[in-house]
C-alpha cells in the first residue's frame, strides 16, 4: 500500500505569509506526528495526533504554529506569519497505534522543504 | 529531559567491511524504546532497527545489529557487510514507554566507499 505522503514537497515563502503543510497517513493509522528537521539536526518533535484529536501539542514553538486533523486521516500544519527561522523540513510520520509492541513504530513521510525568504 | 548523542558526525567505511555507529542517550526511565532510523537524500526516515529496553537480548535485523547497554546508556549500530546503498544520514532515537514523541541525535553521515 501507499506509504506517507506529503504535499506540496517544497514551498517557498515570503516573511510573514501563511503556509498549509499537508500530510497523507497510511491508511488505518490512527496516530499521526509531525517533526521539524532544520538543517544539519535531528528531527524535532512537534505534535502527535491520537484519532481527530492533538493528544500532545508541547512542541510547537509559539502560537504561530497550529495543526488539525478534523477526520482523523489527512492533516494539516498551519504556519502563520512566517519567520526565517521557520525555514526546515517539516516531516510526518503515522503508526497504526499509539500502543506498544510494535504496532506503534512510526513511517515517515519525505517531509517539505520550507523556505522562508 | 531525554537527550540523544551521536558523536560521530561523520564515518566511513569500505564496501564489504563493518561499522559501528556510536549512540548514547540521557534518560531516568526504566522503561523506553531506541530506534536506529536511516535517512537517503530523498529525505524520507526509514527504520532500521528497534529495541524495547526490558529486553536484554540484543535487536537484529540481517545485517543491521545493535550493542545495547542499558546500564551505560549505549546503543550503538553495526552494520555488517557494508553495500553501497547504506551510504545516509543515522538517526538514533529515543522514546519513553508511555509517551509518544520521539527525540532524535543530530545524526552520522555513513559514506561507502567501492
Known amino acids: 500500500g501507499a506509504g506517507v505522503s506529503q504535499t506540496p514537497s517544497n514551498k517557498v515563502t515570503e516573511k510573514g505569509k501563511y503556509v498549509e503543510l499537508r500530510c497523507d497517513p497510511i491508511s488505518g493509522h490512527t496516530a499521526l506526528y509531525w517533526y521539524r528537521q532544520s538543517l544539519g539536526q535531528g528531527p524535532e518533535f512537534l505534535i502527535y495526533f491520537q484519532g481527530t484529536g492533538a493528544a500532545d501539542d508541547s512542541g510547537l514553538p509559539n502560537d504561530r504554529f497550529f495543526a488539525v486533523r478534523p477526520e482523523g486521516s489527512v492533516s494539516t500544519l498551519k504556519i502563520q506569519r512566517t519567520e526565517r527561522g521557520d525555514s526546515a523540513v517539516y516531516l510526518c510520520?503515522?503508526?497504526?497505534?499509539?500502543?506498544?509492541?510494535?504496532?506503534?513504530?512510526?513511517?515517515f513521510g519525505p517531509g517539505t522543504r520550507l523556505t522562508v525568504l | 529531559a531525554q537527550t540523544v548523542t551521536q558523536s560521530q558526525p561523520e564515518m566511513s567505511v569500505q564496501e564489504a567491511e563493518t561499522v559501528t555507529l556510536s549512540c548514547t542517550y540521557d534518560?531516568?526511565?526504566?522503561?523506553?524504546?531506541l530506534f536506529w532510523y536511516k535517512q537517503p537524500p530523498s529525505r524520507q526516515m526509514i527504520l532500521v532497527i528497534r529495541?524495547?529496553?526490558?529486553?536484554?537480548q540484543n535487536a537484529t535485523e540481517n545485517r543491521f545489529s545493535v550493542n545495547f547497554q542499558k546500564a551505560a546508556k549505549s546503543f550503538s549500530l553495526k552494520i555488517s557487510d557494508s553495500q553501497l546503498g547504506d551510504a545516509a544520514m543515522y538517526f538514533c532515537a529515543y522514546r519513553k514507554y508511555n509517551n509518544n514523541d520521539m527525540r532524535f541525535g543530530a545524526g552520522t553521515r555513513l559514506t561507502v566507499k567501492p
Open positions: 529495541q524495547e529496553a526490558y529486553k536484554q
Open positions: 510520520a503515522s503508526s497504526l497505534t499509539s500502543a506498544g509492541g510494535g504496532s506503534d513504530t512510526q513511517y
Open positions: 534518560t531516568s526511565e526504566s522503561d523506553y524504546y
